[in-house]
């Protein structure tokens, strides 16, 4: 958990690439300020001229200054709180631009224990509090700072005891406020964490909403709805009894300072040591440092969600990524070779996915990867895309360590088929070029055309889909994801169970795609379906984590002996009627 004091460096850090937009709201604040103060100066000489007399015009005169002062004020008031949201918005923008950038950048063990429901919240919800903070308190507090140091110097040339008293006012006053927000700040914070918990798992029980109706487990699911519900509204009680605390000792130092000021005026008046129009410039400056103090009263809840939000920003931002992008090594142009040497990677829990992994697959090479679920294959494609870091050992691809090879050159030369595939609102050309708009049409019509997505292409690639790709099928979704590796023309690509959720019309034209996608690149697919890896060079066959076969695939094949003819007789026998054993590949 932040400190206090790291967190004031934090957000000092957040606001610095907008210094210039807080400098100049700023400075507008300040002149604000001073024109609040200057009014209760020139109702003190009316009031002051008035009972030893003047005339009526001087009096109209001064009526008609005090009446300028409260309208530019006014003013600057409007154009203060219009710059402090502007400014605060693009702030916090920016925040969520880094926020979002860092936790994707994040290991793949931090998203196995956080839902997306939670990083939704903490990327926009809690930064939406921290805009609030901004664009509300952050200015009131600074217009309340001019001010008191504004009023106690005017006190000061007034009367040193006047400043003395309004500085010992000051201090009690803030004195409760910072006491009672401190204690709330954790209660905010648990709050904000519950809101989290609660709305990731209502994310989850939607996404599997089909699950659970089939299985009769609706009852357990609102249950557990029901649970974090309480959950979130005993933090949010506690929370609001911290607020009720705070609001019961500022409004009791406001209406003790009134009352205090009244008399301390009255009998300084009436010894002569001030006058009247003194006393009344006393009366309206507390006035004035009550409003603040009430204001901060109202924007409590704002403050308490701010810093709990704060909190949980710094926190976040604070989590190191596992994965760095240190390399400067570019390997050689081409299909690049990869190779495993006594790689072992565990989740760091004593749970051993591989172990050991010995394995060198020549540039240009297919490579089929085959073993029971769990036996360690996805883990072994995410070491080769980097989304995971091995626990020991080194991978190369085309003789480079991968932790050598910058991001965007792993990225570009390496690609993933998954077996589900993400589909965004958006047109299919969107959803092809993942809103980059550096191809050109004719490259992305092409891509689809490859793909065996012909039809997509001549129906409009500027055509709308709905939201997760309405109006394909999981075959045309399987497609398309194909069209988009084409279009990057990577040299690596990887197939992660890619025809594990298509019918066998569609695995057959995702096949022969496949077979001309794959030509001159190094290919490695994970699969279930043993009739995907028919093409394939190599066969590795996994089990527990280990290596327990890797060879040709065509002597494995004819092996009896071998682990992968095993496999295949039992595929032969399970399923006798699947599609034939050779496709003709374009």
Same mark, same amino acid.
């Given at each position: 958990?932040?400190?206090?004091?790291?967190?004031?460096?934090?957000?000092?850090?957040?606001?610095?690439?907008?210094?210039? !937009?807080?400098?100049?709201?700023?400075?507008?604040?300040?002149?604000?300020?001073?024109?609040?103060?200057?009014?209760?100066?020139?109702?003190? @000489?009316?009031? &002051?001229?008035?009972?030893?007399?003047?005339?009526?015009?001087?009096?109209?005169?001064?009526?008609?200054?005090?009446?300028?002062?409260?309208?530019?004020?006014?003013?600057?008031?409007?154009?203060?709180?219009?710059?402090?949201?502007?400014?605060?918005?693009?702030?916090?923008?920016?925040?969520? $631009?880094?926020?979002? @950038?860092?936790?994707?950048? #994040?290991?793949?063990?931090?998203?196995?224990?956080?839902?997306?429901?939670?990083?939704?919240?903490?990327?926009?919800?809690?930064?939406?509090?921290?805009? +609030?903070?901004?664009?509300?308190?952050?200015?009131?507090?600074?217009?309340?700072?001019?001010?008191?140091?504004?009023?106690? =110097?005017?006190? /000061?040339?007034?009367?040193?005891?006047?400043?003395?008293?309004?500085?010992?006012?000051?201090?009690?006053?803030?004195?409760?406020?910072?006491?009672?927000?401190?204690?709330?700040?954790?209660?905010?914070?648990?709050?904000?964490?519950?809101?989290?918990?609660?709305?990731?798992?209502?994310?989850?029980?939607?996404?599997?909403?089909?699950?659970?109706?089939?299985?009769?487990?609706?009852?357990?699911?609102?249950?557990?709805?029901?649970?974090?519900?309480?959950?979130?509204?005993?933090? *949010?009680?506690?929370?609001? @009894?911290?607020?009720?605390?705070?609001?019961?000792?500022?409004?009791?130092?406001?209406? *003790?300072?009134?009352?205090?000021?009244?008399?301390?005026?009255?009998?300084?008046?009436?010894?002569?040591?001030?006058?009247?129009?003194?006393?009344?410039? #006393?009366?309206?400056?507390?006035?004035?440092?009550?409003?603040?103090?009430?204001?901060?009263?109202?924007?409590?809840?704002?403050?308490? @969600? *701010?810093?709990?939000?704060?909190?949980?920003?710094?926190?976040?931002?604070? $989590?190191?990524?596992?994965?760095?992008?240190?390399?400067?090594?570019?390997?050689?142009?081409?299909?690049?070779?990869?190779?495993?040497?006594?790689?072992?990677?565990?989740?760091?829990?004593?749970? /051993?996915?591989?172990?050991?992994?010995?394995?060198?697959?020549?540039?240009?090479?297919?490579?089929?990867?085959?073993?029971?679920?769990?036996? =360690?294959?996805?883990?072994?494609?995410?070491?080769?895309? !980097?989304?995971?870091?091995?626990?020991?050992?080194?991978?190369?691809?085309?003789?480079?360590? /991968?932790? &050598? /090879?910058?991001?965007?050159?792993?990225?570009?030369?390496?690609?993933?088929?998954?077996?589900?595939?993400?589909?965004?609102?958006?047109?299919?050309?969107?959803?092809?070029?993942?809103?980059?708009?550096?191809?050109?049409?004719?490259?992305? %019509?092409?891509?689809?055309?490859?793909?065996?997505?012909?039809?997509?292409?001549?129906?409009?690639?500027?055509?709308?889909?709905?939201?997760?790709?309405?109006?394909?099928?999981?075959? %045309?979704?399987?497609?398309?994801?194909?069209? !988009?590796?084409? #279009?990057?023309?990577?040299?690596?690509?990887?197939?992660?169970?890619?025809?594990?959720?298509?019918?066998?019309?569609?695995?057959?034209?995702?096949?022969?795609?496949?077979?001309?996608?794959?030509?001159?690149?190094?290919?490695? $697919?994970?699969?279930?379906?043993?009739?995907?890896?028919?093409?394939?060079? %190599?066969?590795?066959?996994?089990?527990?984590?280990?290596?327990?076969?890797?060879?040709?695939?065509?002597?494995?094949? +004819?092996?009896?002996?071998?682990?992968?003819?095993?496999?295949?007789?039992?595929?032969?026998?399970?399923?006798?009627?699947?599609?034939?054993?050779?496709?003709?590949?374009?």
């Amino acid at each position: 958990m932040a400190t206090a004091t790291s967190r004031w460096r934090a957000l000092a850090a957040l606001l610095r690439p907008d210094a210039g !937009r807080w400098v100049g709201l700023g400075a507008l604040i300040a002149v604000g300020s001073g024109l609040i103060l200057t009014g209760p100066l020139i109702v003190r @000489k009316i009031v &002051d001229l008035a009972t030893t007399g003047t005339t009526t015009s001087e009096l109209a005169r001064l009526a008609v200054l005090f009446l300028i002062v409260a309208i530019a004020s006014q003013l600057i008031n409007m154009a203060v709180a219009w710059m402090a949201t502007v400014t605060a918005w693009h702030t916090t923008n920016e925040i969520r $631009i880094r926020l979002a @950038k860092h936790v994707l950048g #994040l290991s793949h063990a931090f998203h196995r224990q956080h839902t997306p429901g939670e990083l939704i919240q903490r990327v926009d919800g809690d930064v939406t509090s921290v805009s +609030d903070f901004m664009g509300r308190v952050i200015p009131r507090a600074a217009g309340a700072l001019f001010m008191v140091v504004g009023m106690i =110097g005017v006190l /000061i040339v007034v009367d040193w005891r006047l400043a003395v008293g309004a500085t010992l006012y000051v201090g009690v006053a803030v004195g409760v406020v910072v006491r009672g927000r401190h204690r709330a700040v954790g209660e905010s914070s648990d709050e904000m964490g519950s809101y989290a918990r609660l709305y990731g798992g209502i994310e989850e029980r939607l996404t599997a909403a089909e699950d659970l109706r089939s299985n009769g487990a609706g009852g357990h699911a609102m249950w557990r709805f029901v649970e974090d519900s309480a959950d979130t509204m005993g933090s *949010a009680v506690r929370r609001e @009894k911290a607020f009720l605390r705070m609001w019961w000792g500022v409004d009791g130092s406001v209406a *003790a300072g009134s009352v205090v000021s009244l008399v301390v005026s009255a009998m300084l008046v009436s010894r002569g040591i001030i006058t009247v129009g003194d006393a009344f410039l #006393l009366f309206q400056y507390v006035l004035l440092l009550a409003r603040p103090l009430e204001d901060m009263v109202d924007q409590l809840e704002t403050v308490q @969600k *701010a810093n709990g939000a704060m909190v949980r920003v710094i926190d976040l931002l604070a $989590i190191e990524p596992d994965i760095r992008d240190d390399g400067a090594t570019i390997p050689p142009s081409g299909p690049l070779s990869v190779e495993f040497s006594d790689v072992t990677y565990d989740y760091g829990d004593d749970q /051993i996915v591989l172990q050991t992994i010995n394995l060198n697959f020549a540039a240009g090479r297919s490579v089929g990867i085959v073993g029971r679920t769990g036996s =360690g294959k996805t883990t072994l494609s995410r070491l080769v895309l !980097r989304l995971i870091e091995a626990t020991s050992g080194t991978l190369r691809l085309g003789g480079v360590p /991968i932790d &050598d /090879i910058p991001f965007a050159e792993l990225r570009r030369r390496v690609a993933l088929i998954p077996q589900e595939v993400e589909l965004l609102s958006g047109t299919v050309r969107d959803n092809v070029t993942l809103f980059d708009e550096t191809p050109s049409d004719e490259a992305v %019509e092409t891509a689809l055309r490859n793909a065996g997505l012909g039809a997509l292409a001549d129906g409009g690639i500027h055509r709308e889909l709905g939201a997760g790709g309405a109006g394909l099928s999981a075959g %045309e979704a399987q497609l398309l994801a194909l069209a !988009r590796v084409w #279009l990057r023309d990577p040299d690596i690509v990887v197939l992660d169970e890619a025809t594990a959720r298509i019918d066998p019309a569609t695995e057959v034209l995702l096949e022969a795609a496949i077979a001309r996608l794959t030509r001159g690149r190094t290919t490695l $697919i994970i699969a279930h379906r043993l009739s995907t890896l028919r093409f394939v060079d %190599e066969i590795v066959v996994l089990d527990h984590g280990r290596v327990i076969e890797h060879g040709d695939r065509a002597n494995l094949a +004819d092996d009896i002996d071998s682990r992968f003819r095993h496999l295949l007789d039992l595929a032969h026998d399970e399923a006798p009627n699947e599609v034939p054993n050779e496709v003709a590949v374009p």
